[in-house]
């Protein structure tokens, strides 16, 4: 922590005041400390793990969109990057997180407004276009002494029919979050704050909507009420790519873990049992008898 804490200090005006630093108890890929000001102002400083633009991280779009949510009013404000070291530091804002699945459903048409907001922003510079994204983690994990487990074959089957069946009734990349567990999202009284940008880029806006459903656990009637939220209504066309982007979410999340397995130094995180859990997972996805006809659907205009 005092290596972090001397990292902090380099920023203007924090070199000699007070500064009461401690640690924050969440996150995998990066150390977290709330830094607090004498005047009792808060911010979260984050630290990169090692490795982590293997993951896909790009630093510089995760800033961009930081920022870019920060002035939406739907992020915390950035205060400045750390020099030399590639993160952001932020205000720590107020909020909770959902006690359960039910009560986040409960908040979906003001987590899909903040949503809209975001994707609707304009461009950003990075790229996660999903389909290359599981394909690029199957290559570096390999790369760095793990080869994809047998699994992984036959997903690829199915992200490529998957990607076939949009490429039918294209929509354009819009901005998207890309990793929306329900510990990054917020809420307060007055707004929903999106937080951790880290895998920002320009994507399909259904991956966000199958990322936030599946991370969720959305039930059938969750699914409808956030597509009602955030389009105005749920059609078999928007359904279905839902459907799809919750098996592009799973494949996505299970390679994560599996590029994890071969440059995380970490002790205390089975990342072999979580890929078996996501891939698993993306699996039985794939296997329910409504596949073929989301294939079908998906190809149609949204």
């Given at each position: 922590?005092?290596?972090?804490?001397?990292?902090?200090?380099?920023?203007?005006?924090?070199?000699?005041?007070?500064?009461?630093?401690?640690?924050?108890?969440l996150?995998?890929?990066?150390?977290?400390?709330?830094?607090?000001?004498?005047?009792?102002?808060?911010?979260?400083?984050?630290?990169?793990?090692?490795?982590?633009?293997?993951?896909?991280?790009?630093?510089?779009?995760?800033?961009?969109?930081?920022?870019?949510?920060?002035?939406?009013?739907i992020?915390?404000?950035?205060?400045?990057?750390?020099?030399?070291?590639?993160?952001?530091?932020?205000?720590?804002?107020?909020?909770?997180?959902a006690?359960?699945?039910?009560?986040?459903?409960?908040?979906?048409?003001?987590?899909?407004?903040?949503?809209?907001?975001?994707?609707?922003?304009?461009?950003?510079?990075?790229?996660?276009?999903?389909?290359?994204?599981?394909?690029?983690?199957?290559?570096?994990?390999?790369?760095?002494?793990?080869?994809?487990?047998p699994?992984?074959?036959?997903?690829?089957?199915?992200?490529?029919?998957?990607?076939?069946?949009?490429?039918?009734?294209?929509m354009?990349?819009?901005?998207?979050?890309?990793?929306?567990?329900?510990?990054?999202?917020?809420?307060?009284?007055?707004?929903?704050w999106?937080?951790?940008?880290?895998?920002?880029?320009?994507?399909?806006?259904?991956?966000?909507?199958?990322?936030?459903?599946?991370?969720?656990?959305?039930?059938?009637?969750?699914?409808?009420?956030?597509?009602?939220?955030?389009?105005?209504?749920?059609?078999?066309?928007?359904?279905?790519?839902?459907?799809?982007?919750?098996?592009?979410?799973?494949?996505?999340?299970?390679?994560?873990?599996?590029?994890?397995?071969?440059?995380?130094?970490?002790?205390?995180?089975?990342?072999?049992?979580?890929?078996?859990?996501?891939?698993?997972?993306?699996?039985?996805?794939?296997?329910?008898?409504?596949?073929?006809?989301?294939?079908?659907?998906?190809?149609?205009?949204?």
């Open positions: 922590m005092r290596a972090a804490e001397d990292l902090a200090r380099a920023l203007p005006g924090w070199r000699d005041i007070p500064l009461r630093f401690e640690p924050i108890a996150g995998i890929t990066n150390r977290n400390y709330r830094a607090t000001l004498p005047d009792g102002t808060s911010y979260v400083v984050r630290i990169p793990g090692e490795r982590t633009e293997v993951l896909g991280i790009d630093r510089s779009c995760e800033a961009q969109a930081a920022r870019r949510a920060a002035e939406l009013g992020g915390p404000p950035v205060l400045a990057e750390l020099p030399g070291v590639g993160t952001l530091v932020t205000q720590f804002v107020s909020g909770r997180h006690a359960d699945n039910a009560e986040f459903a409960r908040n979906l048409a003001r987590v899909a407004a903040a949503l809209r907001r975001f994707h609707r922003s304009g461009p950003v510079d990075g790229q996660f276009p999903i389909h290359r994204v599981v394909e690029w983690h199957a290559r570096d994990a390999a790369r760095h002494g793990v080869d994809p487990p699994i992984y074959a036959d997903l690829h089957e199915h992200s490529t029919a998957i990607e076939a069946a949009f490429a039918r009734a294209p354009p990349a819009v901005p998207c979050h890309n990793d929306l567990l329900p510990a990054n999202v917020l809420f307060d009284d007055e707004r929903v999106l937080l951790d940008f880290e895998y920002a880029g320009m994507n399909d806006v259904f991956f966000d909507l199958g990322n936030l459903a599946v991370n969720s656990r959305l039930s059938p009637s969750d699914d409808d009420g956030l597509l009602a939220a955030y389009f105005g209504a749920p059609t078999p066309a928007r359904l279905a790519r839902l459907q799809l982007m919750k098996i592009m979410s799973e494949f996505r999340e299970g390679m994560w873990a599996v590029v994890q397995q071969a440059i995380s130094t970490l002790t205390n995180v089975d990342f072999v049992a979580y890929a078996d859990e996501r891939l698993s997972n993306c699996a039985s996805l794939c296997a329910r008898r409504d596949f073929g006809r989301w294939l079908t659907e998906a190809g149609t205009a949204p």
